[in-house]
């Protein structure tokens, strides 16, 4: 078994981590958890280092458990937030859970004997439990002195925080309480903005429990360039592909800088040491090749989306690079079509007039914008220098039903990079 600490190192995805807890993971297997946020129906691609955190801890021998905060997503973490957020109602929370859930199963291992892991949701355990017994059996233990003292509440005390909000480390506190009463948990792992809440569940467990509890937390990621990891232009990258298309996802991979690229492969990857090192090697003496990128990328992929999805993402990658590609536009997804050629000029024409047969210069030239005028189509056919679906097209070309793609669409090249999408309606 590998040892988990020292794969954690070299990956750099450990931020702080508690005295005697590497101790604590050679002496026995242990469990240990990580909370996972449900205010959406998907995760997203930040929730993949804590993912790949419980992953690479089962393959240590040890036995992950990820909560999935039923409870807490009904009060609102305020740690790295600037304001309140809308709190959610029981049936979107009770949605969004069983979404996460199915996720986080094709990450790990339930059925693997002693390391097996469980998905815990602290509605459980907190849906029977009344203020006043809460206030009384927990609140007791840790002093305001204490609460006030931790980041997620000092950095809210100008623009102000809701006692809902305050009382969240408490909560997260008892999580870990019950864990390590119940399931002899005595780990948990998060992002570095989760240390302060981490410690909380420490302190209740030696002061309410006379135990001893431990903590790993990971670095916050972030991209070479400053900006946020997982954000693009569009919003975040989601691990749901309703959300967001494998392609896309497998584009945000494959556009990393050589940098990031560096950094992604050993957090978001299960590759050896050497296997990495070889491939930084490899890139570094022709990074125009992007070795780095296309490894990560497919690694990730597969994982998240499975390999038919990663092949299809190649496919409609090499739809705007690649050459006889003309075969593999026929079979192409709408969506994925639509979102290779996201903001290219689009016009709609009429589907009756395709079904009939259209002059391919009256198509370009009077039908839609393609060309300026009849002339200017003109001389761009005859310099062989106009496509449809990705074949070169003469004046004489006849467009009709045959060429529309999921029944209703048209690709239009015109020179090396000038791409339209025609819509039939």
């Avoid at 801890?57 to 973490?77: F, N």
């Avoid at 005595?186 to 467990?205: A, F, H, M, P, R």
């Avoid at 309410?208 to 997982?230: C, M, Q, S, V, W």
Wanted: glycine residues 8%; aromatic residues 10%; hydrophobic residues 40%.
């Amino acid at each position: 078994m590998m040892n988990f600490v020292e794969e954690m190192k070299w990956r750099g995805m450990i931020h702080d981590i508690m005295p005697g807890t590497e101790e604590q993971l050679q002496k026995e297997v242990t469990s240990a958890y990580i909370g996972f946020d449900p205010t959406a129906d998907s995760l997203h691609i930040g929730s993949l280092v804590q993912i790949m955190t419980l992953v690479h801890l089962q393959r240590a021998g040890h036995k992950p458990l990820a909560l999935v905060g039923g409870a807490t997503g009904m009060v609102g973490d305020p740690s790295g937030k600037s304001k309140e957020r809308n709190l959610l109602s029981e049936e979107v929370l009770a949605h969004n859970l069983s979404c996460v859930q199915k996720q986080l199963a094709r990450f790990l291992d339930f059925d693997c004997g002693e390391n097996s892991a469980e998905i815990v949701n602290n509605y459980d355990w907190f849906k029977d439990f009344n203020f006043l017994d809460f206030i009384r059996d927990v609140g007791k233990h840790i002093s305001i002195n204490y609460m006030m003292a931790k980041d997620s509440v000092k950095s809210r005390l100008e623009t102000g925080m809701s006692f809902t909000e305050f009382t969240y480390q408490l909560v997260q506190g008892y999580d870990f309480y019950h864990l390590y009463t119940e399931k002899n948990c005595k780990l948990q792992l998060g992002g570095s903005d989760q240390w302060g809440n981490i410690v909380t569940g420490t302190e209740l467990i030696r002061r309410k429990a006379r135990g001893e509890a431990f903590a790993i937390t990971t670095p916050l990621i972030k991209k070479a360039d400053g900006t946020k990891f997982g954000k693009t232009e569009g919003g975040n990258v989601w691990l749901d592909s309703e959300r967001t298309s494998p392609y896309k996802f497998y584009q945000y991979w494959l556009n990393a800088s050589d940098e990031d690229a560096k950094t992604y492969i050993k957090i978001f990857t299960l590759m050896a040491k050497e296997e990495i090192d070889a491939l930084i090697t490899e890139h570094e003496e022709a990074p125009h090749l992007r070795v780095l990128q296309k490894a990560l990328g497919k690694d990730v992929t597969e994982r998240v989306h499975g390999a038919d999805a990663y092949q299809r993402a190649i496919e409609a990658s090499e739809i705007l690079f690649g050459k006889n590609t003309a075969e593999q536009l026929k079979s192409i997804q709408e969506r994925d079509l639509l979102d290779i050629f996201e903001g290219v000029p689009q016009f709609e024409v009429s589907k009756a007039a395709i079904e009939e047969g259209i002059e391919v210069i009256d198509l370009l030239a009077q039908k839609t914008q393609v060309f300026s005028s009849n002339g200017d189509a003109r001389r761009m056919l005859k310099s062989n220098a106009v496509s449809i679906n990705k074949l070169k097209v003469t004046a004489e070309k006849i467009v009709n039903a045959e060429v529309l793609l999921n029944d209703k669409y048209i690709l239009v090249q015109k020179g090396k990079k000038n791409y339209f999408l025609l819509k039939a309606i």
